[in-house]
């Protein structure tokens, strides 16, 4: 039995454009479901050559809504091919665009700052943006306050939106996240680094005319070393205002050592952490097993093997018995694995290794 045209496009719509392409060119009822334009809903373009969107589909990308454009940063060519993308999606797309997220690949040439990439978005946003999802994680260029205030005035209806990305330096300001929350009041997703936020960007969150905030991503680097710590009186604050939050860390490598437990406040919801940082962490541990028991779901280690730490582990299973996944990416114990197995019931993912593997670790799946 033939599936319908609409339900083809539906299926079609998650495909990658590369896929889409081979699609296409099966057979007649497939290629006539790809010149719908729900088939083009979701769909990922990644600019690796300058003819990385087949002539017959470039009419189709004003349909887009949700857009990831992956764009090789090597060579200008590719980058201007990715702005093209972006000026036809958005600039004739008569505001159906809602999604967007850009990553970059490739090695830039030396002292590429990404200015052409980001410039060329603002650009094509000041001739009309509805966008209420804008994702800059994979970008890894340092992020400017005017680029981030262009974006906010530029995307008022903005509810999603993520600048926490690679770059090895935070270049926005607290001010400027104030700025941010002013122009999309919208917003209940934000992700960003750590050094970004202070006291009075929480306050204003604080605000009773704010929306509802579902989740704050914060990536903590080096740069917190400049910063007066969050205290924990806030972040009670912000759990009694946002009942619903969850916040996600991520604490770098390049993160002092000292800096750490001034992030690990008791009072954060936090749903998944990721300590990155290479140290012993036994501390650490034992406080988010403690303090993060009622909220955790996710958690990765970067850390160095000992009899403590699987001690420290197993203590840890029997406290967050929420955590669905457990990633620690040095030798364990045995009985470090039976326990998060046998006391976790919504486990579902872990990487827990008892022997050394090559990199990179693969990963158990439960269910």
């Known amino acids: 039995m033939e599936l319908p045209e609409e339900i083809l496009a539906h299926i079609f719509s998650f495909l990658p ?27 990922e373009i990644r600019c690796e050559s300058e003819d990385c969107v087949p002539q017959r589909f470039s009419d189709l990308l004003p349909c887009i809504r949700h857009l990831k454009l992956i764009v090789s940063v090597a060579e200008s060519a590719h980058r201007e091919t990715g702005l093209w993308v972006l000026q036809q999606v958005l600039s004739r797309g008569d505001g159906r665009l809602r999604r967007l997220c850009i990553s970059c690949l490739g090695n830039p040439p030396l002292f590429y700052a990404g200015q052409d990439l980001l410039q060329g978005l603002v650009d094509v946003l000041t001739n009309g943006s509805s966008l209420m999802a804008l994702d800059l994680r994979g970008v890894p260029f340092t992020l400017s306050d005017s680029f981030v205030k262009s974006v906010a005035t530029l995307c008022p209806a903005l509810r999603s939106l993520f600048i926490n990305n690679g770059s090895l330096v935070c270049g926005v300001v607290s001010e400027t996240i104030r700025d941010v929350l002013k122009h999309c009041p919208a917003l209940n997703t934000i992700g960003l680094f750590q050094a970004s936020v202070s006291h009075d960007v929480l306050r204003d969150l604080l605000q009773p005319q704010r929306t509802d905030l579902k989740l704050l991503e914060l990536r903590c680097e080096r740069s917190l070393k400049y910063v007066t710590p969050l205290c ?22 390049t993160l002092p050592e000292l800096q750490v437990p001034s992030v690990l406040q008791p009072s954060i919801p936090v749903r998944q ?63 470090v694995i039976e326990a998060f197995c046998s006391l976790c019931p919504d486990l579902h993912r872990y990487t827990l290794k008892t022997r050394k593997e090559l990199h990179p670790w693969s990963c158990t799946t439960l269910r």
């Open 273 to 335: 952490l990721r300590l990155h940082t290479w140290t012993w962490l036994l501390d650490e541990i034992r406080t988010v097993a403690q303090s993060y028991a009622g909220t955790l779901e996710v958690l990765e280690l970067q850390t160095t093997a000992s009899p403590e730490l699987n001690t420290a582990l197993v203590d840890l299973a029997t406290q967050c018995t929420k955590l669905r996944e457990v990633h620690c990416y040095c030798v364990v114990s045995q009985n």
């Open 232 to 253: 924990d009186q806030v972040w009670e604050d912000m759990r009694r205002r946002h009942p619903g939050l969850r916040v996600d860390l991520e604490l770098d490598h």
């Open 17 to 43: 454009l590369k896929d889409k392409g081979n699609a296409f060119q099966v057979c007649k009822t497939w290629s006539n479901s790809l010149t719908c334009s729900s088939a083009w809903t979701h769909t």
